[in-house]
């Protein structure tokens, strides 16, 4: 099992025998990022800057709350500053937004911890979740269709045993 700081390392570094497991990274909509609390420096990997909208030169923690929606520019410091305080994994999703750009929903996972010197540097992987988004959007929306009908609506297996019901079902 390799560590995020390990797997970052390799993929800055172009090793030929992670070429393969950066491109499953990039293909999953994944990327790589280490964060130096103290200096509030960003190490992100080709995927991540892409996901996020930062180039390594840009890549602050600064600069990266710049690119979280306003509505979740909060939620999201807060987290990963607590993670930062109390050494504890996070897991959140968030929304990108830019000037003139459409945004996008990231899951961003990781965990802070110390290191040598009594600094402390949090590592994960920020994740394109658009597409489960839009599915749980659309589910929303359907359940509400359902839920609201006055129609008899009613949800079986395949082996006919009954599930779900709505209102007018009841009715």
């Known amino acids: 099992r390799l560590e995020h700081g390990a797997v970052l390392g390799r993929i800055r ?8 497991f950066k ?3 990039e293909a999953a909509g994944v990327g ?20 996020i909208g ?9 600069a990266f709350l710049a690119r979280v929606d306003p509505d979740d520019h909060a939620f999201v410091d807060r987290s ?7 050494g504890e994994a996070f897991d959140f999703d968030f929304r990108t937004s830019a000037v003139g750009e459409v945004g ?16 402390v540097e949090a590592r994960g992987i920020v994740i394109d ?4 988004k839009a599915a749980e959007e659309a589910n929303s929306r359907l359940a509400a269709i359902v839920a609201s009908s006055e129609d008899a609506i009613v949800a ?13 079902a009841e009715t």
Request: no cysteine; proline share 0%.
């Open 13 to 20: 570094a172009g090793d030929d025998g992670d070429h393969e």
């Open 80 to 86: 990963m500053r607590a993670s930062a305080d109390r």
């Open 104 to 119: 996008r929903w990231l899951r961003m996972r990781g965990r802070a911890h110390g290191i040598q010197g009594g600094s």
């Open 129 to 132: 979740i658009a597409r489960r």
């Open 156 to 168: 079986k297996t395949l082996e006919g045993i009954v599930t779900d019901w709505n209102a007018g």
């Open 32 to 51: 790589a990022w280490r964060w130096d609390v103290a200096n509030g420096r960003l190490h992100l990997s080709d995927a991540a800057q892409r996901l």
């Open 23 to 25: 491109l499953a990274m």
């Open 54 to 62: 930062l180039t390594e030169s840009r890549a602050t923690y600064s």
